[in-house]
């Protein structure tokens, strides 16, 4: 219908386009354009090279992107590409923290000290908590059981299929979204918790830490996959894609402003505490080791 010479986007927000790619005429001419909720008012627009994406598609996809005026980032190709992967692991930690006892609204008001602009769980409502059922799927599929946290599966699928909270889309989600009044959090979160924790025995520094420090370790895994090439475009990226606290300058800087040496002692205390969700890649314990930041050993070649 389209002809062979057209060059097809998709919005996908975790499907990698390479595997969506395979079923076109000219795999070069595929290419991901990854706009964020709400379109009208973010800034980021994230541009997504498969395996055999040309050059004609992304000088396309980017002029596109210029002309509706919004800031875009390139990466390379993996579930989730960039912004999806380090915001997943941001609502993931919510989640999990729901389901530890910490009281929802004090996961709210503790992500938004941490300088984050919502909670996870509200993000989680923007979203649709039914789209990340199916993620969630979607994810096990591709890569097997153990690539999803049971706990936190256990809650989707109690929230998205046995409750039908889907978020604001329909009205009920981890909030509730009365008619011409303010949403409120859903006083039944309370009901799902097998344990609940009391907030003056709970270190607030800690879950701070624990939602900054997931995000940007999944940036550093994606800078040492490939998937993005520049810290430059992973700590823009963060900001103006999932507001990641604009006063640490990004995921990255975040990293390199603390010093990869204290920032891999965090990861470490925490993986002993939590999981290795928060494992630090091996480059970056290299990295700790020599004090190289990402800012330097990533930076852009000089023109002779």
């Given at each position: 219908?389209?002809?062979?010479?057209v060059?097809?986007?998709?919005?996908?927000?975790?499907?990698?386009?390479?595997?969506?790619?395979?079923?076109?005429?000219?795999?070069?001419n595929?290419?991901?354009?990854?706009?964020?909720?709400?379109?009208?008012?973010?800034?980021?627009?994230?541009?997504?090279?498969?395996?055999?994406?040309?050059?004609k598609?992304?000088?396309?996809?980017l002029?596109?992107?210029?002309?509706?005026?919004?800031?875009?980032?390139?990466?390379?190709?993996?579930?989730?590409?960039?912004?999806?992967?380090?915001?997943?692991?941001?609502?993931?930690?919510?989640?999990?923290m729901?389901?530890?006892?910490?009281?929802?609204?004090?996961?709210?008001?503790?992500?938004?000290?941490?300088?984050?602009?919502?909670?996870?769980?509200?993000?989680?409502?923007?979203?649709?908590?039914?789209?990340s059922?199916?993620?969630?799927?979607?994810?096990?599929?591709?890569?097997?059981?153990?690539?999803?946290?049971?706990?936190?599966?256990?809650?989707?699928?109690?929230?998205?299929?046995?409750?039908?909270?889907?978020?604001?889309?329909?009205?009920?989600g981890?909030?509730?979204?009365?008619?011409?009044?303010?949403?409120?959090?859903?006083?039944?979160?309370?009901?799902?918790?097998?344990?609940k924790?009391?907030?003056?025995?709970?270190?607030?520094?800690?879950?701070?830490?624990?939602?900054?420090?997931?995000?940007?370790?999944?940036a550093?895994?994606t800078?040492t996959?490939?998937?993005?090439?520049?810290p430059?475009?992973?700590?823009?990226?963060?900001?103006?894609?999932?507001?990641?606290a604009?006063?640490?300058?990004?995921?990255?800087?975040?990293?390199?402003?603390?010093?990869?040496?204290?920032f891999v002692?965090?990861?470490?205390r925490?993986?002993?505490?939590?999981?290795d969700?928060?494992?630090?890649?091996?480059?970056l314990?290299?990295?700790?080791k020599?004090g190289?930041?990402?800012?330097?050993?990533?930076?852009?070649?000089?023109?002779a």
């Open positions: 219908m389209l002809g062979p010479d060059i097809f986007a998709s919005n996908t927000s975790t499907l990698p386009i390479t595997s969506l790619a395979t079923e076109a005429q000219k795999p070069e595929f290419i991901g354009i990854h706009f964020f909720s709400p379109v009208d008012k973010m800034l980021l627009v994230e541009i997504i090279m498969g395996a055999k994406t040309g050059d598609a992304l000088a396309t996809a002029d596109f992107v210029r002309l509706i005026k919004k800031t875009p980032i390139v990466v390379n190709d993996t579930r989730g590409f960039y912004a999806n992967r380090c915001v997943g692991r941001y609502i993931a930690e919510g989640h999990l729901l389901m530890e006892g910490v009281p929802p609204a004090m996961i709210e008001n503790v992500a938004r000290m941490a300088g984050m602009p919502v909670g996870p769980l509200s993000l989680n409502d923007e979203v649709a908590i039914d789209l059922w199916r993620v969630v799927q979607a994810t096990k599929k591709d890569l097997g059981e153990q690539a999803v946290d049971p706990a936190q599966e256990k809650l989707i699928r109690t929230m998205a299929v046995d409750l039908e909270r889907w978020g604001r889309k329909n009205g009920k981890f909030y509730d979204y009365p008619q011409g009044g303010k949403k409120k959090l859903w006083p039944g979160l309370a009901d799902l918790q097998a344990k924790l009391d907030p003056d025995t709970i270190d607030v520094e800690e879950l701070k830490q624990r939602f900054l420090a997931v995000q940007a370790v999944e550093a895994r800078m996959e490939n998937v993005v090439t520049d430059r475009e992973a700590d823009v990226g963060s900001i103006l894609g999932f507001g990641f604009p006063f640490t300058g990004g995921t990255i800087s975040y990293i390199d402003f603390m010093g990869p040496k204290n002692e965090l990861c470490d925490l993986t002993a505490k939590y999981g969700r928060f494992a630090p890649p091996a480059m314990r290299e990295m700790a020599t190289e930041t990402f800012y330097a050993k990533f930076a852009p070649k000089k023109a």
